[in-house]
């Protein structure tokens, strides 16, 4: 089944906007991790953070968790249009460290 | 794409006929994950391995069966191929912290 669910499942947005995709799980977490994913490639890996953290952030890339609404967000600043891809959202549950589950996924479009 | 390369990177087979991607890794991890990613499913967990001849099930195992024989090698088999099995395979490896990182994918078609 799947644990995480991002919202929204497709955004459009005009260059140099911000972007902001939020991601909701049902059970307790070891750790919540984002990845990237253009058209025809392989998903990466571009930021994970812990249970016990709130906010992180890598370059344009800022995340929010907030355990007690077992949710995340992905801000991604100044849009690019090499930004246009699908991001997924995905949990490790807590005590079940050799398993990650991974959400369907918010379509983003950066517009020129 | 971490040392990781799959094989074929396309395959066109027909219904009946039996199927294996492979998966190799040149950075001797011990953890290594198939799955399959479809419209409207995103993706899902077929096998994982966790060392040689160590493996176990995914939440769509049925109709997959795989091998671990080296630890650089993770072998997916479709026994006997059926429509449903027309898919993009994903082979991953495993970080400290479980992140994935993935291969380039599999583009496998089922006529």
């Known amino acids: 089944s799947q644990q995480g669910e991002e919202d929204p499942q497709a955004l459009s947005i005009q260059e140099g906007e911000n972007a902001t995709m939020n991601c909701s799980y049902k059970?307790?977490?070891?750790?919540l991790q984002w990845y990237r994913q253009n058209s025809g490639r392989g998903l990466v890996h571009l930021i994970l953070?812990?249970?016990?953290?709130r906010e992180k952030h890598s370059g344009r890339l800022r995340v929010t968790l907030d355990t007690s609404k077992k949710s995340s967000s992905l801000l991604i600043t100044a849009s690019r249009a090499a930004d246009t891809a699908s991001y997924f959202c995905?949990?490790?549950?807590?005590?079940?460290?050799?398993?990650?589950?991974f959400g369907k996924g918010t379509r983003l479009h950066i517009l020129p | 794409d971490a040392g990781i390369t799959q094989s074929p990177r396309h395959k066109v087979t027909e219904t009946g006929t039996p199927v294996t991607l492979r998966c190799h890794q040149t950075?001797?991890?011990?953890?290594m994950y198939w799955y399959r990613q479809d419209p409207g499913h995103g993706l899902r967990l077929i096998h994982y391995?966790?060392?040689?001849?160590?493996?176990d099930k995914g939440e769509v195992s049925d109709g997959y069966s795989v091998s671990r024989s080296k630890t650089e090698d993770f072998l997916l088999t479709l026994e006997s191929a059926t429509s449903s099995q027309t898919s993009v395979y994903f082979c991953?490896?495993?970080?400290?912290?479980?992140?994935?990182?993935f291969g380039p994918g599999t583009r496998l078609t089922v006529l």
């Open positions: 991953a490896i495993r970080g400290l912290d479980n992140e994935q990182f």
């Open positions: 059970t307790s977490i070891n750790n």
């Open positions: 953070i812990r249970s016990n953290e």
């Open positions: 995905a949990t490790v549950p807590m005590n079940r460290d050799d398993k990650i589950i």
């Open positions: 950075e001797n991890h011990r953890y």
């Open positions: 391995s966790y060392g040689v001849k160590d493996t």
